[in-house]
């Protein structure tokens, strides 16, 4: 396959840089489909594939998170009602919509009892344009939670999309991409993260000075845009003393 292109609004994608598979292409953000074959970009980046998935998007660290069918993302609720939750993705997107079963198992009785300004780390099930963004903590093939719900504790901390993206890809995929930090932090202590496409970032280190220890290896990771060595020169920095 030939090398990714940076692509700008408007441009099409050229059929050689698509993933050459029957299955169906899967969009992810920044492109738009246009029947029956035409796929344009409707924000500036690099376009990312991912053969083994048939998958396709964007990648850009600026710009506004727009919410995106299936992206796993951390809301912060803003409201409780009696049948759903108003949960905030970013300060300037409209609420989404968390209904209050949309848990593993979720009855009347069962359900999780969510306060204003609790976190959650859901699934986009639905992002039309022109209605409501709707959230999901389960998967839609199990039913399962696989790590969706209420984040209890630890921190809270913002990062680019494009670092939200490289975050959640598999350990070979983030070396491949020069990240380290993860793989450098968990060979010295034990922490729990729930990344979010929306550019935020859960951690939770056991106590207060672990957690913003390895939440501030990810953020000036992020911000620094630390090479190899330069990321780990940080973690043992940041890990010193703790």
Known sequence: MASTPVILPGDVVPAEHLPSTKKALTLGPGLRHTPPSTITATTAGALSVDSKKNA?????????YVPHTNDLIIATVRQTGSDAYQCAITPHTPSAILPNLAFEGATKKTRPQLASGQLVYARISS???HAETELECMSASSGKSEGMGPLKGGMVYDISLGMARRLMLSPAKMREQGLVVLEALAEKVQFEI??????????DGGNVAMTLAVGTCIVETDRGGLDFREQRRLVEKKLKGV
Do not use: D, L, S, Y
């Open 56 to 64: 396709i998007w964007i990648e850009h660290n600026n710009g506004r």
């Open 127 to 129: 992002a039309p344009k």
């Open 194 to 203: 729930a990344v979010g496409r929306n550019g935020r970032v859960w951690v």
